[in-house]
């Protein structure tokens, strides 16, 4: 019973905001509210499109956060493998330097780091957006999965190919990242939906309407006499909840297996 009645805390609002985007703003608003439409608007989600260049802003997050995706992916792996298994001069305190960035709120660095774009002539493009996402947020958390998820795998198997005759890079590509595939789901799945949730670093960095992101583009349904408009708010945030629903469908399986690797070493 206490599950059910948990069940419904977390549904609630996505059933708010399911059925919000097929309502009336009046019927929204309305006293008591409404479970159900009274009526269905699908023009609601025609609007979104026709007040906004949703289609581009929408492609824009995609294209972001594929981005980020890969390039976390790629940087993380080399970095986690490194600390797990090459180990260089230093490694630990360049791993406890490197963490340390997790703990940094975003809102410390925004001053710094918009000075720096703005010197790099990197205003109102999706330079920051990826490359300070990918190094200063994601890749940090990203190479202590990975890490984690290399010391678990036995050296044994590295000795072994080292001794039939296999360097180093075919070791780390063909032996061990293979073994580490749910944790790079995991990486993958952590990465897009941080990408694709930003709003702060894309209202700082971002001017023109068309190169706005999902976020962003989400705030401007507004009527300057009426206020916002809700109805039409829901329907587009319904639509942006859908790359992430997928990406982390298409790696569920992966995922919780991904985060406990390396809790159990062999």
Same mark, same amino acid.
């Given at each position: 019973?206490?599950?059910?009645?948990?069940? /419904?805390?977390?549904?609630?609002?996505?059933?708010?905001?399911?059925?919000g985007?097929?309502?009336? +703003? @009046?019927?929204?608003?309305?006293? =008591?509210?409404?479970?159900?439409?009274?009526?269905?608007?699908?023009? $609601?989600? &025609?609007?979104?499109?026709?007040?906004?260049?949703?289609?581009?802003? #929408?492609? $824009?997050?995609?294209?972001?956060?594929?981005?980020?995706?890969?390039?976390?992916?790629?940087?993380?792996?080399?970095?986690?493998?490194a #600390? %797990?298994?090459?180990?260089?001069?230093?490694?630990?305190i360049?791993?406890?330097?490197?963490l340390?960035?997790?703990?940094?709120? =975003?809102? %410390?660095?925004?001053v710094?780091?918009?000075?720096l774009?703005?010197?790099? $002539?990197?205003?109102?493009t999706?330079? =920051?957006l990826?490359i300070?996402?990918?190094?200063?947020?994601?890749?940090?958390i @990203?190479?202590?999965?990975?890490?984690? &998820?290399?010391?678990?795998?036995?050296?044994?198997?590295?000795?072994?190919?080292?001794? +039939?005759?296999?360097? +180093?890079?075919?070791?780390?590509?063909?032996?061990?990242?293979?073994?580490?595939?749910?944790?790079?789901? !995991?990486?993958?799945?952590? !990465?897009?939906?941080?990408?694709?949730?930003?709003?702060?670093?894309?209202?700082?960095?971002?001017?023109?309407?068309?190169?706005?992101? /999902?976020?962003? %583009?989400?705030?401007?349904?507004? +009527?300057?006499?009426?206020?916002?408009?809700?109805?039409?708010?829901? @329907?587009?945030?319904?639509?942006?909840?859908?790359?992430?629903? @997928?990406l982390?469908? #298409?790696?569920?399986?992966?995922?919780?297996?991904?985060?406990?690797?390396?809790?159990?070493?062999?």
């Amino acid at each position: 019973m206490s599950l059910i009645a948990l069940s /419904v805390v977390f549904l609630g609002p996505i059933w708010w905001m399911l059925t919000g985007s097929v309502k009336s +703003d @009046a019927e929204i608003l309305s006293y =008591p509210p409404t479970l159900f439409p009274r009526e269905f608007q699908w023009s $609601n989600y &025609a609007a979104v499109f026709e007040l906004q260049p949703f289609a581009r802003q #929408f492609f $824009n997050s995609v294209f972001v956060m594929a981005l980020v995706c890969v390039l976390t992916v790629i940087v993380s792996t080399c970095a986690g493998y490194a #600390f %797990a298994r090459v180990k260089p001069v230093g490694s630990s305190i360049l791993f406890l330097v490197l963490l340390s960035a997790t703990f940094i709120p =975003p809102e %410390a660095t925004i001053v710094p780091l918009f000075r720096l774009v703005g010197w790099l $002539n990197w205003i109102d493009t999706y330079y =920051p957006l990826v490359i300070i996402t990918v190094f200063l947020h994601s890749a940090p958390i @990203a190479t202590f999965i990975l890490r984690q &998820a290399y010391l678990g795998l036995p050296k044994e198997l590295g000795e072994s190919a080292r001794l +039939d005759g296999a360097s +180093d890079l075919r070791i780390f590509l063909t032996i061990y990242t293979p073994l580490v595939r749910p944790s790079l789901a !995991a990486v993958m799945v952590l !990465a897009g939906w941080h990408s694709w949730s930003q709003y702060l670093e894309p209202l700082i960095y971002l001017r023109s309407t068309e190169m706005f992101t /999902v976020p962003l %583009a989400l705030t401007q349904f507004y +009527d300057p006499f009426a206020g916002p408009l809700w109805s039409v708010q829901m @329907a587009a945030t319904t639509l942006s909840v859908l790359p992430v629903l @997928a990406l982390f469908l #298409f790696a569920q399986r992966h995922v919780i297996s991904g985060l406990t690797a390396g809790a159990v070493k062999s």
